[in-house]
């Protein structure tokens, strides 16, 4: 993963275990634009990837999709973990603008360029265009 990406879901997993209370990921995402350097832009689409992962979740466990609701803990403690999610909402998004993504070895190479992993599971994308084409 970029190393700005595992920066942030670090300094995020190192945040949420010192909450002494539930925080909005509003609030969370203001504290690591002072912690981590890099753009405010960078920083939204790696905390959008993160929320629509539904890694983020509330007292009951129950993911927190919006940034300006309360979220008490994650998914998990283990930054990978993180990060896996955030490949498959990256993919997810990728096959409902194209189901034939890929397909082409040239699509998936750029897509592991751009989101900077080399870890592309074919057997994941398989089952998210299942899922896919199930809610059709």
Same mark, same amino acid.
């Given at each position: 993963?970029?190393?700005?990406?595992?920066?942030?879901?670090?300094?995020?997993?190192?945040?949420?275990? @010192?909450?002494?209370?539930?925080?909005?990921?509003?609030?969370?995402?203001?504290?690591?634009?002072?912690?981590?350097?890099? @753009?405010?832009?960078?920083?939204?689409?790696?905390?959008?990837?993160?929320?629509?992962?539904?890694?983020?979740?509330?007292?009951?466990?129950?993911?927190?999709?919006?940034?300006?609701?309360?979220?008490?803990?994650?998914?998990?403690?283990?930054?990978?973990?993180?990060?896996?999610?955030?490949?498959?909402?990256?993919?997810?998004?990728?096959?409902?603008?194209?189901?034939?993504?890929?397909?082409?070895?040239?699509?998936?190479?750029?897509?592991?360029?751009?989101?900077?992993?080399?870890?592309?599971?074919?057997?994941?994308?398989?089952?998210?265009?299942?899922?896919?084409?199930? @809610?059709?």
């Amino acid at each position: 993963m970029p190393e700005y990406r595992h920066h942030v879901i670090s300094e995020l997993i190192a945040m949420v275990e @010192s909450f002494d209370k539930p925080r909005t990921m509003a609030e969370v995402k203001a504290t690591l634009a002072e912690k981590v350097p890099i @753009s405010k832009s960078k920083l939204q689409h790696i905390l959008n990837a993160i929320v629509r992962s539904n890694c983020v979740l509330n007292d009951n466990s129950f993911p927190v999709l919006s940034f300006t609701l309360p979220f008490s803990n994650l998914i998990s403690n283990d930054p990978a973990v993180i990060e896996s999610k955030c490949i498959e909402i990256y993919v997810h998004t990728v096959l409902l603008i194209d189901p034939d993504y890929f397909n082409n070895l040239d699509h998936i190479v750029e897509f592991q360029r751009v989101i900077g992993s080399n870890v592309l599971d074919m057997e994941l994308i398989r089952k998210i265009k299942e899922r896919l084409s199930l @809610s059709r």
